[in-house]
C-alpha cells in the first residue's frame, strides 16, 4: 500500500479514479463543419463577402486571370467569379434542402408504414422500391424534370423523387430491427395502440440513423443538381448556379481554366465536407 505524504496528491491515482475524458480535436471534421458554415453564411448573407454584381459585367474585365483586384478572376462578359459563386450558393443550397427533405420526409412514411403493417403492405412497397432502385438515378431524374419543366426548384424536386427509395428500404430496415425488440414488445404486451406504439417507441429509435444519411445524401443532391445544371436542366442564365458556372466555363478551358476549375473545386469541397459529417454522425462522434 502506497502513502501518500500529508499535504500532497498523487496525480496518477487521481487520473485513475476521476478518469477524465480526453478531447480529441478532429481536424477533418472542424474542416468540414467550416466549409458548411462558410457556404451557408455565403447563401445568407452574400452581400457581405462582396461587394460586386453576380449578374453585371464591368467592361474591359473579360476573362481576367484570379488576382488584379479579382480574386478568383472574372468571366467571358466580366463578371467577378468570386461573386457569382458566393450568390450561386443559395440556389445550390436550397435545391439540395428540398431534394432531402422531399425524399426524407416521403421515404421515412413509406419506410415506416411498410415496417410497421407489414404484410401484403410490406410486399408491395418493397417491389415498388426494387424497382425505382432498378432504374439508374440520372435518367430517374431526367425524366421527372422533362415533365415537370426547366429550373433548380424541378431540378431539386426530381432528385429528391429519386432518392425516396433509398430513404424508404434505410426507414423499413431500422423499423423492422426496433419492431422486434423487447421494450416495444412489452409496449404491445401492456396494451398500448398502433399509433402510440408507433410514434412513442418505434419512431425516434427508427429514425436515428436515417439522420447521417440525410447528410450523406446532401452531398449527393448537390452533386445531382449541379449536374443537371451542366446539361441545361437546371436554372437558366445569367443564374450563378453551380453547375451551370462549370457549364458556362467550359468552352474557356484552354484560355481561362478558372471558370470551370474554382466551382468545380466548391462543389467537391461541400460534398466531401457533407460526407464526412455523414460519417462522423454514424460512427457517433462529437
Known amino acids: 500500500m502506497t502513502v501518500v505524504p500529508q499535504g ?4 496518477p491515482s487521481l487520473r485513475k479514479r476521476a478518469r477524465i475524458p480526453r478531447i480529441t480535436l478532429r481536424p477533418g471534421l472542424i474542416a468540414a463543419w467550416l466549409v458548411l458554415l462558410t457556404v451557408v453564411l455565403w447563401a445568407l448573407f452574400p452581400a457581405w463577402f462582396t461587394h460586386f454584381s453576380p449578374t453585371e459585367g464591368i467592361a474591359g474585365a473579360q476573362r481576367l486571370a484570379p488576382g488584379d483586384g479579382y480574386l478568383l478572376g472574372t468571366d467571358q ?39 410497421a403493417i407489414g404484410g401484403w403492405f410490406d410486399t408491395l412497397t418493397m417491389r415498388v422500391i426494387d424497382i ?33 427509395a433509398s430513404f424508404t428500404r434505410l426507414v423499413r430496415g431500422e423499423t423492422l430491427r426496433v ?6 414488445e412489452a409496449a404491445w404486451g ?5 399509433l402510440t406504439v408507433l410514434l412513442r417507441h418505434i419512431v425516434p429509435n427508427a429514425l ?5 444519411f ?34 458556362e466555363g467550359r468552352n474557356y478551358l ?21 460526407n464526412r459529417i455523414s460519417q462522423s454522425l454514424r460512427r457517433g462522434q462529437p
Open 179 to 184: 419492431r422486434h425488440s423487447d421494450f416495444v
Open 77 to 115: 462578359l466580366g463578371r467577378d467569379l468570386y461573386t457569382r459563386i458566393v450568390y450561386g450558393a443559395v440556389h445550390s443550397l436550397s435545391g439540395a434542402l428540398i431534394a432531402v427533405g422531399l425524399g426524407l420526409a416521403l421515404g421515412s412514411l413509406f419506410g415506416l408504414l411498410a415496417g
Open 254 to 274: 484552354s484560355t481561362a481554366w478558372w471558370l470551370t476549375a474554382f466551382p468545380g473545386i466548391v462543389v467537391v469541397l461541400v460534398v466531401l465536407a457533407a
Open 132 to 164: 425505382l432502385l432498378a432504374i439508374p438515378g440520372l435518367l430517374l431524374a431526367l425524366s421527372v424534370i422533362i415533365l415537370l419543366g426547366f429550373g433548380t426548384v424541378n431540378a431539386a424536386i426530381a432528385v429528391g423523387i429519386t432518392s425516396i
Open 8 to 11: 500532497k496528491l498523487s496525480f
Open 208 to 212: 436515428s440513423t436515417v439522420f447521417a
Open 190 to 194: 401492456s396494451g398500448g395502440t398502433f
Open 214 to 247: 440525410a447528410a450523406l445524401q446532401f452531398g449527393s443532391a448537390i452533386l445531382a443538381i449541379s449536374t443537371l445544371s451542366f446539361l441545361g436542366y437546371g436554372a437558366p442564365p445569367p443564374t450563378p448556379e453551380w453547375g451551370l458556372l462549370i457549364a
